[in-house]
């Protein structure tokens, strides 16, 4: 054993060893997500200044409400008096809908698909039967339904249910052709069956199938019948268990409908005929129709059309009845459209819809089966559609849909949310839409009028905005958890649209959906939109109250490409002298200072010979461009080819009102564009944003002749990079684009020694002669190496790609990193002071471009998990870097400035924050005329992941927004825009002791950092996940406070506080299953936030446990208390002579008493939590108070009725009692006592 020993050294004291702080220490180190503050020598620690008063107990995480379209519905069901609509989807959900604004959403938790739905008319409940044969009973008289009971089938399948109006025996139809009868209060079976073989005549070889419809005789209730699926029908006598009649056909059946006297019934068959059968002759049907067959001349049988799904039969008094039937179109309209078809008398109208019926329900005015229905309305579930057709207008019009179906009528590509809006903002956007909606309506109100609204408190101004694969985004109004559209934009209209293949050359990489929105960007306060589609296209919008005429759409087109050989252009024509732009890009024509800045002449070389260049992948609109009220363009700015290769996809997006600048990103770099001035003030990649330590002019460059793909590059959020894409297979060659640099070229380059300006023509000195000599050297060994190496590196790409070793990469990243260096010493943007530039002339010669395919360094497959390497390469950074992420604020430009200016903070998928300083102009006049200076100030910190959020705090902890302009109308009178045309004043510097008055907040994918500036020193860390990583971040207001929410492909929910990074809320939500949660997730204040459920639905959850306690009052009322309507009058003689209505006691024959108990293994019920239990949740007030007393009523009449009946036993077993005890007596009176 070796010992070691510290020698003892006079006159110094030895510290005290603390095996607690060790131990903390290990622990702190262990820890996979815990926060570290730190702080540099001399900084103040700022976490003993600002007080956070977010804690945990303000967080806790539920589901609000579901909007939308029920996505892939299955079943329907209506509730005549309740005004109560249900519809079940393949996915085991209810939804349930009121009145305007009143829904539910439910889901069994099987997940099975719901086939049939029926309503407890007027009884607050309703029966679900599942494809798992399952049947449950739902309580709908609490704000969230729950089940009472579940009865589930063991041995026979489920096809079809019947519940009588006011009776408590469910009627099943099973899948072998027996019936089976429910009681549904107590959710037992009968041991009442009627079995297939007892039904069907006894010399029948064959099984007649599963049973497709069951119904009692609307006269007789007595009478049952049943349909078979093999065409057979029989009217089944319930009290004499035996049936009464039987009727054939040769074709199979799908419905079957009554009429309201119950002396006919109609059935709709497979071939696509009608029969009408009296129930007395039940040999031959008193009528077969076809309804769109072709009659032949000769009187033979109509041909064979489409099977009739489905057939109903109603009456009215003041006229001829209505048929309705979905189905039965002839075979030989192809391609048609599903079609409903109202037969009325001698008409015939048919009703083509937009999806195929899935179900549709007559509404009638009684609920009796056995009066004059007086059909008002048809109900038509669709795929993707629910459509109303009033029945009392002529011409059937339908009726204008109050609820929020339209979500899906283009596929949602992005979302935003944005709660607590300027109060005047609903109203505006609502007053422009109203002009949108479509005149045609019927004037009758929405019949579906049951339920009331919810009590809530929320009266801040909620507004959601979703974009759509078509172009079109939509506005919606989502204040107190409804949801209204309020306006649709339609971008297509500003492209002129491809008729023929040949229009399309220019749309190769997008063949589907060219104008989908691909991201946008919009500030509330000045009602400006700014929107990027998948065609790399930005259009920026201004709100106006007014309408115009745009003669000409301003265009912008920008050549953005990425290079790495900056000043090594090639130039096959000799000698080429470039444009130089003034210092930090402030230059008076854009345009003539910048490259690829291209006007909208259209030349662009689209020759079949040649490689596409200067080409925009869309056509802007030529002729004038009528813009109604709304948001009008205002530019249009396009992305081009360049030389064969498509321009890259827009990863992000952001603009500034207040300062007229629009900037975006994408895998080649950056561009800021002024849409005041119409011009593009700066385009540069994201590897020129680096270091800029020295002044520098960048070079025009050509482009390139060769294109070789090495591998993706993150095209959407950096977070969205392993993800696959929703769109179709054609739209990914737009967003999984390939990259591939260039390397510097060989060939002499001539750099000036000095660096002149292009507009005083003075010169500055640049750099020492030792640094030159020094620089070409490197330059001169580092040619040779590369040179040398790249037939290697060519023959070795595919071997690297299988087996590389590490070697080979560090050796590969050695050399371009080198490369790198000697390159950025001349990519560097002139800043002066004093506004002059010091700028760099450059003479190139022509050179051979020599394209390089980078090997994929980090390669990255679709999943969900991923590994970053912890150093990253220049030259791995320059290929696969893209910019993620922008946040305009007043800032300090550089490391301990002394005066905030306007700033841009650029986040990278390569976890980079890299700041640029902007110049503005004076306002007025002057911002019309005078360029905005650019000054690039290099990286600021790297986190781990792509950046996806950036914000700043000041001194106390309060956010600091960036400024904007009011809104003002465009098209308003002059006086009017100088009224409202007053910038914001900018956030003034805190006034704080401290050196440090702001706080920049970064959220990347994998952790979030806290730094404190101008100091850009970093007070506080925290690491999010290190198995997976954030997909959507978000600086949000909670409770007067600020925090960050972080949603994680892993499914956990998370926020933290602010400044500290404090972990306040960790919740394993939702895993990641499908791309659409990822690009539609999002947060916003107050503790909301949303997310695209499915293609049609919108789930909005919050995060708040103020909001968790108050959402019961918040939700709609479902159930409310309404009489049942009266019977029909029966009147005298039917009274007397017993033809009204006959009834039946189910009780005494379905019961236990008269049938028995049912077989154990048939069946097997599971109570359910919808009972009292359930309604301990539902909501104050006068209707949960009547809805509670009437159930406690309920529970206590039915109490009341058991001890009747007990009573009563009792009294008979008293009665027996008496007279046996009397008949004893009378045995033995006269008998003497020897005589017994």
């Known amino acids: ?291 769109h067959g072709k009659q032949p001349k000769d009187g033979k049988k109509p041909e064979p059309c489409k099977p009739i799904l489905k057939v109903e039969y ?16 002839s075979y030989d309209t192809v391609g048609r459209r599903a079609c409903l078809t109202v037969m009325h008398g001698k008409s015939t109208t048919v009703l083509e819809m937009d999806y195929p019926i899935v179900d549709f329900l007559t509404l009638c005015e009684t609920p009796y089966p056995n009066d004059f229905q007086e059909p008002y309305a048809v109900v038509i579930l669709l795929e993707k559609d629910l459509v109303l057709i009033d029945l009392g207008q002529i011409g059937y019009p339908i009726f204008e849909n109050p609820y929020p179906l339209t979500i899906h009528e283009s596929p949602v590509t992005c979302c935003e949310y944005f709660v607590d809006c300027p109060a005047e903002l609903i109203p505006a956007l609502y007053s422009v839409g109203s002009r949108q909606k479509r005149q045609s309506y019927s004037k009758k109100e929405w019949p579906i009028s049951g339920g009331n609204w919810g009590q809530g408190t929320q009266s801040y101004p909620e507004i959601i905005i979703t974009g759509h694969a078509d172009g079109s985004i939509k506005f919606w109004d989502a204040s107190a958890l409804m949801l209204q559209v309020l306006y649709k934009l339609k971008t297509a209209k500003v492209f002129e649209r491809a008729r023929g293949k040949e229009e399309k050359a220019n749309t190769e990489i997008v063949e589907e959906d060219p104008f989908a929105i691909q991201t946008l960007s919009w500030c509330p306060e000045s009602r400006m939109l700014c929107v990027a589609g998948v065609s790399a296209h930005v259009i920026v919008y201004r709100f106006s109250k007014q309408e115009v005429t745009t003669v000409v ?204 300006s292009p507009t005083s023509g003075s010169t500055s000195p640049c750099n020492s002669d030792d640094e030159r000599k020094q620089k070409f050297i490197e330059k001169v060994k580092l040619k040779s190496r590369r040179f040398s190496k790249t037939v290697a590196n060519d023959f070795a790409k595919m071997s690297r790609k299988i087996n590389s070793s590490s070697e080979q990469k560090t050796d590969l990243a050695k050399e371009r990193s080198k490369q790198w260096r000697s390159v950025t010493c001349k990519k560097q943007i002139c800043c002066a002071s004093d506004g002059k530039a010091a700028g760099t002339a450059t003479t190139q010669k022509g050179a051979v471009c020599r394209t390089a395919s980078t090997p994929n360094l980090h390669a990255r497959d679709n999943s969900f998990t991923r590994s970053r390497s912890s150093s990253v390469t220049s030259i791995d950074r320059e290929s696969r870097e893209a910019i993620s992420s922008f946040h305009f604020c007043e800032s300090y430009p550089r490391k301990n400035d002394v005066a905030v200016g306007p700033c841009v903070l650029v986040g990278t998928t390569q976890g980079t924050v890299l700041m640029v300083a902007l110049s503005l102009p004076p306002g007025g006049d002057q911002r ?67 050196p440090d008055p702001q706080f920049a907040v970064l959220c990347s994918e994998k952790q979030a950092k806290v730094v404190a500036m101008p100091s850009q020193t970093r007070i506080y860390k925290h690491n999010i996940t290190e198995t997976s990583f954030v997909l959507r971040a978000d600086v949000v207001q909670m409770g007067g406070a600020y925090c960050i929410a972080c949603f994680c492909a892993n499914g956990h929910i998370m926020t933290l506080s602010l400044p500290s990074l404090r972990p306040l809320l960790d919740v394993n939500y939702l895993p990641l299953t499908d791309m659409r949660i990822a690009r539609t997730f999002c947060f916003s204040n107050l503790g909301q936030a949303l997310y695209l459920t499915s293609p049609t639905e919108i789930q909005r959850i919050t995060y708040s446990q103020e909001t968790c306690d108050n959402r019961q009052e918040m939700l709609s009322e479902l159930f409310t208390p309404v009489e049942t309507p009266e019977a029909p009058n029966r009147g005298f003689f039917k009274g007397l002579f017993g033809g009204g209505a006959q009834s039946l006691d189910r009780e005494d024959l379905f019961g236990e008493t008269g049938a028995g108990k049912a077989s154990r293994s048939l069946a097997q019920h599971i109570p359910g939590q919808g009972g009292m239990e359930g309604m301990k949740g539902a909501a104050s007030g006068v209707v949960g108070d009547l809805a509670r007393a009437r159930i406690a009523l309920d529970e206590r009449g039915q109490k009341l009725g058991e001890l009747e009946d007990r009573t009563a036993a009792m009294m008979a077993s008293a009665d027996s009692f008496s007279k046996h005890a009397h008949d004893m007596m009378l045995k033995y009176k006269d008998k003497k006592w020897y005589q017994l």
């Open 1 to 291: 054993m070796v010992v070691f020993s510290q020698p003892f050294v006079p006159g110094v004291k030895m510290k005290k060893f603390n095996i607690r702080k060790v131990l903390d220490g290990l622990t702190a180190a262990s820890s996979s997500s815990s926060s570290s503050a730190t702080a540099q020598p001399g900084s103040s620690r700022e976490n003993d200044v600002i007080q956070e008063t977010l804690q945990s107990d303000h967080f806790q995480l539920c589901k609000t409400v579901r909007h939308g379209f029920p996505y892939q519905p299955s079943s329907m069901a209506f509730d005549p008096v309740q005004k109560i609509l249900a519809v079940g989807t393949q996915t085991g959900a209810l939804r349930l809908f009121g009145c305007a604004g009143v829904e539910c959403y439910c889901q069994h938790e099987s997940g099975a698909a719901v086939i049939q739905l029926q309503f407890l008319i007027n009884e607050g409940a309703l029966v679900s039967a599942l494809a798992d044969d399952s049947i449950h009973l739902w309580n709908l008289r609490q704000k969230t339904p729950a089940i009472l009971h579940s009865l589930k089938f063991s041995r026979e399948r489920i096809t079809y249910c019947h519940l009588p109006f006011q009776s408590k025996w469910l009627y099943v139809g099973t899948e072998r052709g027996n019936i089976h009868i429910v009681n549904v209060e107590s959710f037992t079976l009968s041991g009442y069956v009627i079995m297939w073989n007892k039904a069907i005549e006894l010399s029948t070889k064959t099984h007649p199938g599963p049973v497709v419809h069951i119904s009692d005789n609307p006269m007789d209730e007595g009478k049952l019948l049943i349909g078979y699926e093999c065409g057979v029908v029989v009217l089944w006598d319930l009290k004499c268990k035996k049936a009464d009649c039987r009727y054939n056909y040769d074709e199979a059946i799908h419905s079957i409908a009554w009429h309201h006297e119950g002396k006919q019934f109609v059935c709709s068959h497979s071939d696509g005929s009608l029969t009408t059968w009296n129930i007395r002759i039940p040999a031959k049907s008193v009528q077969i129709i076809t309804p």
């Open 928 to 994: 019309l005329q005078q360029p905005v200076g650019i000054s690039p100030c290099g990286s600021m910190v790297t986190l781990k992941g792509g950046i996806l959020t950036m914000a700043l705090l000041d001194a106390t902890g309060a956010l600091l927004p960036p400024a904007y302009e009011p809104w003002y109308d465009p098209n308003a009178s002059d006086e009017e825009k100088e009224k409202s045309r007053r910038r914001r004043p900018a956030s003034p510097p805190s006034s704080q002791d401290g």
């Open 314 to 329: 109603k009456t009215t008094r003041a006229g001829d009845p209505f048929m309705v039937l979905s189905g039965g179109l």
């Open 553 to 756: 759409v301003q265009l912008l087109e920008v050549r953005m490409q990425c290079e790495l050989n900056g000043g090594d252009s090639p130039d096959p024509g000799g000698e080429q002298t470039p444009t130089l732009p003034p210092p930090g890009g402030a230059s008076s024509s854009p345009q003539d200072s910048e490259p690829p800045a291209q006007p909208s002449t259209g030349s662009g070389n689209n020759s079949s010979d040649g490689p596409k260049d200067n080409i925009p992948c869309l056509q802007v609109r030529s002729a004038p461009l009528k813009q109604s009220p709304g948001y009008q363009v205002e530019l249009v700015i396009q992305l081009v080819w360049v030389s064969g290769e498509p321009p890259q996809p827009i990863t992000s997006l952001a603009f500034n009102s207040s300062y007229g600048l629009v900037v975006f990103g994408n895998s080649n770099g950056l561009a800021v564009v002024d849409y005041l001035q119409k011009a593009l003030l700066l385009h540069m990649g994201t590897s020129e944003l680096y270091s800029p330590a020295e002044p520098y002019q960048r070079q025009p460059r050509s482009p390139r002749k060769v294109r070789q793909p090495s591998g993706d590059i993150p095209t959407g959020k950096s977070c969205m990079s392993r993800l696959s894409n929703m769109y179709s297979e054609s739209v990914k060659k737009l967003l999984s684009s390939h990259f591939t640099t260039c390397d510097s070229n060989d060939g002499s380059n001539t750099t000036e020694d000095r660096c002149k």
